[in-house]
């Protein structure tokens, strides 16, 4: 396991730009057709997905109202920990209405639409499983919610070498395993109102799974 806490940010978020290109995708036609028939799979292994509910049982408290973004058929949290109130916003009703740790769901394309459907300090976790590198506009989706949830509250992203290669923008082929570990703090930067962000390695330690990463930020 390794952690790395990296230290404040010294330059003007304000002034932070992405190279021209970043954000292209090899399929550029709407993401509602590419997602409009359901995936009822894991787009990663046992193990990894051990590691993905690891984290939320560190960093999500029993008793949370979580946000789960970018969500699916399942949201990987531990069994056993129960949530005030988890929220689901994602491409696939079909998928959204199966997930069973679901309270309630909104079907939205955050690339068209970065802006979330809440109210300010809703939620007092979030999370984004292996799906961070399908956004467009991450930044403008990351400052969005930040403005949903609460003072301090954890946003948990992870992500593994796995990825649809034709909907994952231009960067995210471009880099490497911590290449995107820097990549998505520096989404958080651009964003604004992150702090105390961590890179970790999560990856398990069996031979023939797959890799885990996380990026962790907390609201300002």
């Known amino acids: 396991m390794k952690l790395q806490v990296t230290p404040p940010m010294t330059h003007d978020q304000n002034s932070f730009s992405f190279p021209a290109g970043t954000f292209r995708r090899q399929d550029e036609t709407p993401d509602a057709q590419f997602y409009q028939h359901p995936r009822f799979v894991t787009h990663i292994d046992e193990g990894a997905i051990a590691a993905v509910t690891q984290l939320y049982r560190e960093y999500f408290p029993a008793g949370s109202t979580l946000l789960d973004l970018m ?5 990987h949290l531990p069994a056993e920990v129960p949530y005030e109130r988890v929220v689901g916003l994602g491409m696939n009703e ?21 802006s979330l459907p809440f109210e300010d300090n809703a939620f007092n976790g979030a999370a984004i499983c292996v799906s961070i590198d399908y ?13 949903v949830m609460q003072p301090g509250a954890p946003l948990v ?54 890799p885990l990463f996380a990026v962790i930020g907390r609201v300002v």
């Open 71 to 75: 969500s699916s058929w399942v949201s």
């Open 94 to 114: 079909m998928e959204l209405h199966a997930n069973p740790r679901l309270a309630e769901y909104v079907v939205q394309d955050l690339n068209q639409q970065p």
């Open 135 to 147: 956004l467009t506009q991450p930044v403008a989706v990351l400052r969005d919610l930040a403005r």
């Open 157 to 210: 992203i992870t992500f593994s070498n796995r990825c649809f290669p034709s909907k994952a923008v231009a960067a995210w082929h471009a880099l490497d395993d911590r290449g995107h570990l820097v990549l998505v703090q520096q989404y958080l930067q651009a964003a604004g109102g992150w702090h105390n962000i961590e890179l970790l390695d999560r990856s398990p330690a069996l031979r023939h799974s797959d």
